[in-house]
C-alpha cells in the first residue's frame, strides 16, 4: 500500500554536528518529494523539495538527496544550531483518485541539537 | 497576508456533539486540505478539496464531513464526536492541484471526552 518510512523517530546531536533523516516511499509514480520542520505548537513550514527530475538539492545548511530507483531520499543538516531542534516530516507525492495527487507524509523525526 | 487561518485553536467536546472547524487561507490558493496529527502517526490526509467545488476523501475521511464554501474556505464538521477524534488539525493549501507547496495553518487542538 501506500507507505512512507522515515527514520529516526528521535535524533539527537550536538550543536555543529550534522544530522541525517531517511525516508522510503512505496510508489514508483511518486515525483515530488518535500521535507517540513514542525516546532512545539505550530504548524508544519516547508523547508526544501525536490522532484524526480533531480538527484540533489541544496539551500545552505540543508540539503535533500534522491534515489528513484533504491525509492529512498534522505534530509541533511550540516552545521546544526539549538533552533534547528523540531520535528521533521518527509512526505512524498502519490496518485489519488480522479487523477490528482494527494502528500503521504512520514511518521516525523524528532531532533533535538544540545548546546 | 496571515496565510492559513483556523478555528478555534483549542476545543473539547463530550461524546456525541457536533462542531465545526473553520479554515480559511488568503492566497488565492485553488487547493485545500484537513489534516489530523496523532501522536507517533504523522500527519493523515482526511480530506481535501483540488479546486472549488469539489472535494474527495482521503486517507482516514470516516466520521467527518467537509464544505468548500468558496475559493477562501473549507470547513471540516464532526456530526457525532467520538474520543477517538481527539487530536491535533491542520488546514492547508496550495497553489494547486498538482502537488505544489502546501502551507500550514496553526491548528485546532480538539479533545473529545
Known amino acids: 500500500g501506500e507507505n512512507v518510512e522515515q527514520h529516526p523517530s528521535t535524533l539527537s546531536v550536538q550543536e555543529g554536528d550534522s544530522a541525517v533523516i531517511k525516508c522510503t516511499y512505496s510508489?514508483?509514480?511518486?515525483?515530488?518529494f518535500p521535507w517540513y520542520k514542525q516546532e512545539l505548537g505550530k504548524g508544519p513550514q516547508l523547508i526544501i523539495d525536490?522532484?524526480?527530475?533531480?538527484g540533489e538539492k541544496k539551500d545552505q545548511r540543508i540539503a535533500v538527496t534522491l534515489n528513484k530507483t533504491a525509492k529512498h531520499f534522505s534530509l541533511h543538516i550540516t552545521e546544526t544550531q539549538p533552533e534547528d531542534s523540531a520535528v521533521y516530516f518527509c512526505?512524498?507525492?502519490?496518485?489519488?483518485?480522479?487523477?490528482?495527487?494527494?502528500?503521504?507524509f512520514g511518521k516525523g523525526t524528532k531532533l533535538t541539537v544540545n548546546p | 497576508n496571515a496565510g492559513v487561518t483556523q478555528t478555534p485553536k483549542f476545543q473539547v467536546l463530550k461524546t456525541g456533539q457536533s462542531m465545526t472547524l473553520q479554515c480559511a487561507q488568503d492566497?488565492?490558493?485553488?487547493?485545500m486540505y484537513w489534516y489530523r496529527q496523532d501522536p507517533g502517526m504523522g500527519l493523515r490526509l482526511i480530506y481535501y478539496?483540488?479546486?472549488?467545488?469539489?472535494?474527495d476523501k482521503g486517507e482516514v475521511p470516516n466520521g467527518y464531513n467537509v464544505s468548500r464554501l468558496n475559493k477562501r474556505e473549507f470547513s471540516l464538521r464532526l456530526e457525532s464526536a467520538a474520543p477517538s477524534q481527539t487530536s491535533v488539525y491542520f488546514c492547508?493549501?496550495?497553489?494547486?492541484?498538482?502537488?505544489?507547496?502546501?502551507?500550514f495553518g496553526q491548528g485546532t487542538r480538539l479533545t473529545v471526552v
Open positions: 492566497m488565492n490558493h485553488n487547493s
Open positions: 478539496s483540488a479546486s472549488e467545488g469539489t472535494t
Open positions: 492547508a493549501s496550495s497553489e494547486a492541484w498538482l502537488i505544489t507547496e502546501a502551507f
Open positions: 510508489d514508483s509514480a511518486s515525483n515530488y
Open positions: 512526505a512524498a507525492s502519490m496518485p489519488h483518485e480522479g487523477g490528482s495527487e494527494k502528500l503521504v
Open positions: 525536490i522532484r524526480s527530475n533531480v
